[in-house]
C-alpha cells in the first residue's frame, strides 16, 4: 500500500478523479438555488395546474376529478372557438404586418442615411413603452373624437367607431400592437443584416446579380436564423395577447377581440380554476405544435438552400 | 411583436392556482357569532378598498383606531378591475384580506363557491346593537342574502334614477320626462339644433335591466333555471333603447368612449340626460364643477311600472380570513351612521343604511343640483329596485345579454333574434 500511496502517478490520478466531482459538486451547490427556485415557483406550479385541469376546482372546496371534461366542454364551446379564432386571425395578421415592417425599416436602416441612431431609437422607443399606455393612447387616438377621426374628417372622409364597431375593433388592436413592436424586429433584423459578410453582396454584383436577386439569394438566407427567432417569440407573444384587449375593448364588442388568454381570464374570474387551467394547457399545446412546425419548416428550407 | 414577457403570466395563473393547493382553504362553514371587540383588543387586520383617492373607509380608519388603539388596520387600495382580480386569487391562494369591498354584481359568484363568510352566524344578527332587517330596507336586506344567510353588509347602494340637464330642458320649455314616451319626446327635442345633445344609451345589463324591471319583466325565471328575458317585456326594453339610436336622440356609449358614467361627453355637452346610479353625482361634482347647477335628478320614467336595477358596494369577510372578529368589529364600525355619512360626504355616493338615509346631511339640499335634495330621489328608487339573480353562472350570463343589447344597438340583429339567441345560450349556461 505504501508503494501505492507514495507513485506520483497515482496521485495525479486521484486528484484528476476527485477534481471532476468538487467541480460537479460546486456546479450543483451554484445551480440549487435557481433549480430549488424554479421548482417551487415555475415546475410545481405547472404539475399541479395540470391535475387541476383535469378536475373541477374552484380553489376553496377540493378539486374534483373530471378527467378530459374541461377539455371536453372547451373544444365543444362556441365562445372558446370563437376566442381562439380571434387569436389566430390577431397573430396572422401581426405577424404578416410586424416582422414585414420590421424588416422593411431595418432595411432602410442599414442603408449609410443620416440620422440612423435618431430613427432607431424612435422605432425601439414604443418596445419600451408600457403596453398598457400605448392601449390606451390608441384608446383615446382611435376614439369617436380621437385625432384619427380628426384627420380623416379633416380631408373629407367620415369618420368611423374603430373600437365600436365588432368588424374594425379587432384590426385597430393589432394596429397598437404593430405600432408597438415592431421596433423590436427593426433592430433583431438590423444586427441580422449587419452580420452578413459583405463579400458575398460584393461577389453577387459581381456575378450580375440585380438588387432583388441580392435580396433573394443573399440577405434572405442570411437572415434565416433571425426570421425564425422573430416568428417563434413572436408568435407565441400574440398568442398570448391580453394587456391591448383589456385595456382598449374589454374583449368586445360583441366578443370580437375575447383572446384565448381574456376567456382564460374570465374563467379564472369566474372561479373555474380548473377549465382556466385546461385553457393554459391548451394553448401551451397549440404554441408548442406552432413552434414545432416553424422549427421544421425552416430547417427543411434550410436543407434545400444548402 | 408581442414581448415574451407575456409568457409570465399563465405562470402566474398557474402559481396562483398551485399556491391554493399548498396552502389549503376553509369554507364558508363554521361561522359563529363574535364576542365584541374589546377596546383593549390587539392585532391587525387587512382592509382591501376600491373606493379610490375620495374613499370614506380611509378616513374612517383613524377614528376606528381610536376606538381599538392597539388594532392595526393595513390599508390596501386598489381599483376596482383589480380588486376583481385578485379577490379570488387572494382567497385561494389562503392569503386573504379580513375586510374587502366588493362589487354586488360579483356577490353571487363569490358566495356560490363558499369564499365569503356567513355574516348571519358571525354577527349573531345584529349590527352595531340593532337587529339587521331594521338597519336596511327590505331590498338591499335581499340583495345581501345568499342561500339564506347574510354574506355582505352593504356599504352603500346603486339605483337608477334620471340625471338631466334642466337649464337645456327650460330652455326649450321642455318638461321632466315621467313616462317611457315622455322620454323619447324629449330625447328628440334635445337633439336638436343648436344643443344636439343627447340621452346616453349604454349597451350593458345594467340599463337593459332598468328598462326591463319597468316593463314587469325579469332577468330568469324565479327558480333561476332559465332565461326569462327574452319575452315581450324585455323586446320592448331593448326596443326603447335601440329607438334613441335609431331618430339619434340617443349617443351609443361603448367602452371605446371612456367609462359609463359618460363624463366625457357630459363635459364637452354630447349627454345632456342619462340614467344611473347615485356614485354618480361625486363625479359629477368633481370632474364636472363648471356645469353646477344645470344638473338636476327626477326618479327614472316609468314604463308600466317603477323599477331599478340594485347594486352597489358590499362589505364582505372571506370565508378563511384571518381575524374575523377584528374584521366583523371593523364592518360594524363603518356601518355606524357617523361613518356611513361619510359615504356620501367623501365618496359622494349614496350609503346603504336607513338611518344615514334619512340624516339631515343627505337630505338637505344640493347647490350642484340646483337646490335639489337628490338623495330622496335615490332612495325612493331604492325601494322598487332588484338586484340580479344569484346565480354562480352570473359573469356569463351578464356576458351573453351584453352581447345581445350590445347586437340590437349597433344593428346587427333584431332586439327579438339578439334576446332569443341570448336567451338560448343562457339557459345552456344554467343547465350545464
Redo the contacts between chains.
Keep these: 500500500m505504501g508503494s501505492w500511496a507514495a507513485s506520483p502517478r497515482l496521485r495525479i490520478v486521484r486528484a484528476r478523479r476527485r477534481g471532476p466531482t468538487r467541480r460537479v459538486g460546486a456546479a450543483y451547490a451554484m445551480l440549487a438555488p435557481a433549480l430549488l427556485t424554479a421548482g417551487a415557483?415555475?415546475y410545481?406550479?405547472?404539475l399541479?395546474?395540470a391535475y387541476?385541469s383535469f378536475t373541477d376546482?374552484?380553489?376553496?372546496?377540493a378539486?374534483h376529478w373530471v378527467g378530459l371534461g374541461n377539455y371536453r366542454?372547451l373544444l365543444a364551446s362556441a365562445d372558446f372557438r370563437h376566442a381562439l379564432r380571434n387569436t389566430v386571425e390577431f397573430t396572422v395578421l401581426?405577424m404578416t404586418i410586424?416582422?414585414g415592417l420590421?424588416l422593411a425599416s431595418a432595411l432602410l436602416l442599414n442603408q449609410r442615411i443620416r440620422f440612423r441612431g435618431f430613427f432607431r431609437t424612435a422605432y425601439f422607443l414604443p418596445?419600451i413603452t408600457s403596453?398598457v399606455v400605448v392601449a390606451t393612447t390608441w384608446?383615446i387616438m382611435?376614439?369617436?373624437?380621437g385625432i384619427v377621426n380628426d384627420v380623416l374628417r379633416f380631408v373629407g372622409l367620415p369618420g368611423h367607431?374603430?373600437?365600436?364597431?365588432?368588424s374594425t375593433a379587432l384590426p385597430s388592436m393589432v394596429a397598437a400592437?404593430v405600432w408597438q413592436?415592431?421596433g423590436?424586429?427593426t433592430v433583431v433584423f438590423l444586427a441580422a443584416l449587419q452580420s452578413i459578410p459583405s463579400e458575398l453582396y460584393d461577389a453577387a454584383s459581381v456575378d450580375g446579380a440585380g438588387a432583388w436577386a441580392r435580396f433573394r439569394y443573399v440577405t434572405l438566407p442570411g437572415l434565416r436564423p433571425t426570421v425564425l427567432f422573430?416568428f417563434v417569440?413572436?408568435i407565441?407573444?400574440?398568442f398570448?395577447?391580453?394587456?391591448q384587449a383589456f385595456v382598449?375593448?374589454?374583449g368586445?364588442?360583441?366578443?370580437s377581440t375575447k383572446t384565448i388568454?381574456y376567456y382564460?381570464?374570465?374563467r379564472?374570474?369566474?372561479?373555474e380554476?380548473g377549465k382556466?387551467?385546461a385553457v393554459?394547457y391548451l394553448?401551451?399545446v397549440i404554441l408548442a405544435a406552432v413552434s414545432l412546425l416553424q422549427f421544421r419548416l425552416f430547417s427543411r428550407r434550410g436543407d434545400r438552400t444548402r | 411583436?408581442?414581448?415574451?414577457r407575456?409568457?409570465l403570466?399563465?405562470?402566474a395563473?398557474?402559481?396562483a392556482?398551485?399556491?391554493?393547493?399548498v396552502v389549503g382553504?376553509g369554507?364558508s362553514g363554521g361561522d359563529k357569532p363574535t364576542t365584541a371587540l374589546s377596546h383593549d383588543a390587539r392585532g391587525s387586520l387587512t382592509v382591501w378598498d376600491y373606493y379610490g383617492s375620495a374613499t370614506p373607509i380611509k378616513p374612517a380608519i383613524a377614528a376606528f383606531h381610536k376606538a381599538y388603539p392597539n388594532v392595526h388596520v393595513n390599508y390596501q387600495a386598489y381599483d376596482y378591475d383589480t380588486i376583481?382580480?385578485k379577490f379570488?386569487?387572494a382567497?385561494?391562494?389562503g392569503s386573504p384580506p379580513d375586510v374587502a369591498t366588493i362589487d354586488m354584481t360579483l356577490l353571487p359568484?363569490?358566495a356560490a363557491?363558499?369564499?365569503l363568510s356567513d355574516l348571519s352566524a358571525l354577527s349573531g344578527g345584529k349590527v352595531n346593537g340593532e337587529p339587521i332587517g331594521r338597519v336596511y330596507p327590505r331590498s338591499a336586506l335581499d340583495a345581501m342574502t345568499f342561500d339564506g344567510h347574510y354574506v355582505s353588509m352593504l356599504y352603500d347602494f346603486d339605483a337608477y334614477a334620471l340625471y338631466y340637464r334642466a337649464d337645456l330642458l327650460a330652455r326649450k320649455h321642455l318638461p321632466v320626462p315621467h313616462s317611457w314616451s315622455q322620454l323619447r319626446s324629449v330625447a328628440r327635442q334635445l337633439a336638436e339644433p343648436p344643443d344636439r345633445s343627447r340621452f346616453q344609451v349604454l349597451?350593458d345589463t345594467f340599463h337593459f335591466a332598468q328598462m326591463l324591471f319597468q316593463q314587469s319583466g325579469r332577468i330568469l325565471t324565479p327558480d333561476d333555471r332559465k332565461a326569462a328575458f327574452d319575452d315581450e317585456a324585455g323586446v320592448s326594453a331593448l326596443g326603447m333603447m335601440k329607438g334613441f339610436l335609431d331618430d339619434h336622440s340617443g349617443v351609443?356609449w361603448?367602452?371605446?368612449?371612456?367609462d359609463s358614467s359618460g363624463i366625457e361627453g357630459v363635459k364637452?355637452g354630447r349627454i345632456a340626460m342619462f340614467e344611473n346610479g347615485p356614485y354618480v353625482m361625486g363625479i359629477l361634482k368633481q370632474s364636472a364643477p363648471e356645469q353646477r347647477g344645470k344638473w338636476r335628478v327626477a326618479p327614472a320614467p316609468v314604463g308600466r311600472q317603477p323599477g331599478s336595477y340594485l347594486g352597489g358596494t358590499g362589505l364582505v369577510i372571506p370565508?378563511n380570513a384571518n381575524h374575523k372578529e377584528a374584521a366583523w368589529a371593523f364592518t360594524q364600525f363603518l356601518l355606524r351612521p357617523d361613518q356611513q355619512i361619510g359615504v356620501y360626504k367623501y365618496a359622494g355616493a349614496a350609503p346603504a343604511t336607513a338611518a344615514a338615509l334619512a340624516s339631515p346631511e343627505l337630505t338637505k339640499p344640493d347647490p350642484y343640483f340646483g337646490g335639489q335634495a337628490p338623495f330622496t330621489v335615490f332612495r325612493q328608487a331604492m325601494n322598487t329596485a332588484t338586484h340580479f339573480p344569484y346565480v354562480?353562472?352570473w359573469?356569463?350570463v351578464d356576458?351573453a345579454i351584453?352581447?345581445a343589447v350590445?347586437?340590437a344597438l349597433?344593428g346587427?340583429a333584431s332586439p327579438q333574434k339578439a334576446l332569443s339567441q341570448a336567451a338560448d345560450k343562457v339557459d345552456g349556461i344554467l343547465g350545464?
Design positions: 415557483f415555475l410545481l406550479p405547472m399541479l395546474s387541476w376546482y374552484n380553489g376553496i372546496a378539486p366542454e401581426s410586424g416582422p420590421g418596445v403596453l384608446k382611435l376614439n369617436d373624437r367607431a374603430w373600437l365600436a364597431d365588432p400592437s413592436g415592431f423590436f424586429e422573430v417569440i413572436g407565441i407573444g400574440a398570448q395577447v391580453f394587456d382598449m375593448t374589454q368586445g364588442p360583441l366578443d388568454v382564460l381570464v374570465d379564472f374570474q369566474a372561479l380554476l382556466a387551467s393554459a394553448l401551451l | 411583436m408581442r414581448m415574451p407575456r409568457l403570466f399563465p405562470s395563473i398557474a402559481l392556482v398551485a399556491l391554493a393547493a382553504c369554507g376583481a382580480q379570488p386569487v382567497v385561494s391562494s359568484t363569490y363557491n363558499g369564499t349597451p351609443y361603448g367602452a371605446d368612449q371612456g364637452d370565508a354562480k353562472q359573469p356569463d356576458g351584453t352581447d350590445t347586437a349597433l346587427k350545464g
